[in-house]
Each structure stands twice: as structure tokens, then as C-alpha cells.
């Protein structure tokens, strides 16, 4: 089992940046693969990026194509996500969750959840 804590969510200027953190518990960080989704007020939860168990292997969704990049560090079992030139529509809270097999896009095939770090853009 792993549990999941996620930080660095704040208020930001459109066009800013941020860089969430995503901290896991245990020894077994490198056999999960982790996917960050965001959930709006109103919206189903999305999935934003995932990254392989090596992380040799990076997905985005579209929307963030080009502007958010996933990393982790195994050896500090610590997942990230660079969020450059961001917009009002990246408003959410957003998740980090861990599966252990590939990296998907489905949040309900992922099997452990952080509680969730606030992130609002400003116009």
C-alpha cells in the first residue's frame, strides 16, 4: 500500500507558474506507475499527466500539452508537475494517484489517491 500527499497548490497570475509535489509513502515507489488528475467545481475529475514506473514514458491530456511536464524521482519517491503558463481553466484541485501497472488516462483504474492540493488561476 502506498499513501500519497500532495503540495504545492496556490494562487497564481495567469501566465505564472507553479510546481506541485506529490510524496509517497513506502519502498515500493518505483513499481507504480502515477498519473496527476484535477477536479473543477462542478466536473468530473480529468486526468492531466501520467508517467511510467522508470519515467522513460510521459502522457498528457491535450489541454496541457506543451505547458505542464510530469517527473518523479525514485529515490526521493516524489512525483512533480511543472505548470508553466497557466489559465483560468487550470483553476482545480488537483490528485496524484499511483496504479501498479502502466500509466493510464481512467482515474477509476488507479488505485491509491493524495487528498488533493488546491490550485487557482487569476485573470
Known amino acids: 500500500q502506498v499513501q500519497l500527499v500532495e503540495s504545492g497548490g496556490g494562487l497564481v497570475q495567469t501566465g505564472g507558474s507553479l510546481r506541485l509535489s506529490c510524496a509517497a509513502s513506502?519502498?515500493?515507489?518505483?513499481?507504480?506507475?502515477m498519473g496527476w488528475f484535477r477536479q473543477a467545481p462542478g466536473k468530473e475529475r480529468e486526468f492531466v499527466a501520467a508517467?511510467?514506473?522508470?519515467?522513460?514514458?510521459?502522457y498528457y491530456a491535450d489541454s496541457v500539452k506543451g505547458r505542464f511536464t510530469i517527473s518523479r524521482d525514485n529515490a526521493k519517491n516524489t512525483v512533480y508537475l511543472q505548470m508553466n503558463s497557466l489559465k483560468p481553466e487550470d483553476t482545480a484541485v488537483y490528485y496524484c494517484?499511483?496504479?501498479?501497472?502502466?500509466?493510464?488516462?481512467?482515474?477509476?483504474?488507479?488505485?491509491?489517491w493524495g487528498q488533493g492540493t488546491q490550485v487557482t488561476v487569476s485573470s
Open positions: 513506502g519502498r515500493t515507489f518505483s513499481t507504480y506507475a
Open positions: 494517484a499511483a496504479r501498479g501497472a502502466i500509466p493510464i488516462m481512467s482515474p477509476s483504474l488507479y488505485d491509491y
Open positions: 508517467i511510467s514506473r522508470s519515467g522513460g514514458s510521459t
